[in-house]
């Protein structure tokens, strides 16, 4: 064959090469993707006793599950109800992703994904959850806390955190009044949510969303309540919005009604600018 350049060269088959290295890629993208599935696997971590008991075939028998997601969210209940004695933690996921680098090495104190059950009525439990959960994780996510979890006469009750500048409304008057709640419940759900129902074009994504989905097919009575906030980061006032959403569950829980300055100072740090033009 001649080049543009009048060399003469030789020409040859690299059919059967490029096949080989073809497959060689192929094993090695094979590797990499089993790997990187198995780094992202969720990992729960239940405390001896609870994990004696579901090696046994006895599931968690919960009455109600509290699932807090997000800063906010996760800190109400830290400032509210659990800062008194009554709660131990059973036990902790650790998530991987590419935003929620939790490694499965990690204990509950260092975990960003938390079990509290209380002393006196154990069949209440709580969740909270601030770190990332990716797309590809919810799914098992749900599936392996309700696999622990007993589905006769359970109740779920899921706080969530979100933006207000992610709320779709005509009336852009009404953002104004933020903090606000906005809830979406299972059919199977036969209480009367404590404030509007969530209006669309909006809708509820992420973790919240995959356990209310989860819930729905299996007829279990479980209700959202989304808080929209216009403060980045813990704020109190945004904590205090979530107040009515646990006033269904009477005497399951208690809320502590004026947390001390000291506690409400441990969860709530104001958010410093790092940088700005001026620096």
Request: aromatic share 8%; with cysteine.
């Amino acid at each position: 064959m001649a080049t543009f350049f009048g060399e003469v060269l030789s020409v040859y088959s690299r059919a059967v090469e490029e096949d080989e290295e073809d497959f060689e890629e192929n094993e090695e993208d094979e590797e990499i993707r089993r790997e990187l599935e198995e780094k992202r696997e969720v990992h729960l971590h239940w405390s001896p006793e609870v994990s004696e008991s579901l090696r046994s075939g006895n599931k968690m028998r919960c009455s109600d599950l509290i699932l807090a997601v997000g800063h906010n969210a996760a800190r109400f209940l830290s400032v509210y109800v659990l800062t008194s004695a009554n709660w131990d933690a059973v036990g902790h996921a650790s998530v991987w992703n590419e935003r929620s680098r939790a490694m499965t090495g990690q204990s509950i104190e260092e975990s960003a994904c938390v079990f509290h059950r209380q002393k006196e009525n154990p069949s209440v439990l709580i969740c909270q959850v601030t770190c990332h959960v990716a797309e590809d994780q919810l799914f098992q996510w749900t599936e392996k806390v309700f696999e622990c979890l007993q589905h006769r006469e359970l109740n779920v009750t899921i706080l969530s955190d979100s933006s207000v500048a992610d709320y779709k409304t005509a009336d852009y008057l009404c953002c104004s009044s933020a903090p606000f709640l906005r809830s979406l419940h299972t059919g199977a759900y036969s209480g009367e949510p404590v404030c509007q129902m969530l209006e669309q074009p909006n809708i509820f994504t992420g973790l919240p969303a995959a356990v209310l989905n989860h819930c729905e097919v299996h007829r279990i009575p479980a209700v959202v309540y989304q808080c929209y906030s216009d403060v980045i980061g813990p704020d109190s006032v945004t904590m205090e919005t979530y107040k009515p959403a646990l006033t269904k569950l009477g005497k399951s829980v208690q809320l502590d009604p004026s947390p001390s300055t000291d506690v409400l100072r441990k969860f709530v740090r104001t958010t410093n600018i790092q940088s700005n033009l001026y620096i």
